[in-house]
């Protein structure tokens, strides 16, 4: 799965708490493993950038809103 940019943020993070999930199950091969960390990777940084994105929104509009 290497869709996380067009994944909603809850379904980012949906997605991030199943992979943690499969990763606790301890039952997956290494191949198996670097594939889900590397998914889970791509969706933590898309959902940092969604809420840094969503952060600046919310100061220009008050900033904005103030003068």
């Known amino acids: 799965m290497d869709n996380s940019t067009t994944l909603t943020y809850d379904k980012a993070l949906q997605r991030i708490e199943e992979i943690v999930s499969l990763l606790e199950e301890d039952t997956k091969s290494i191949d198996e493993l670097a594939k889900l960390v590397k998914e889970a990777s791509g ?3 898309d959902c940092k950038l969604k809420l840094r994105t ?5 100061h220009k509009a008050f900033g904005e809103d103030q003068q």
């Open 43 to 45: 969706l933590i940084k």
């Open 54 to 58: 969503t952060e600046e929104d919310i």
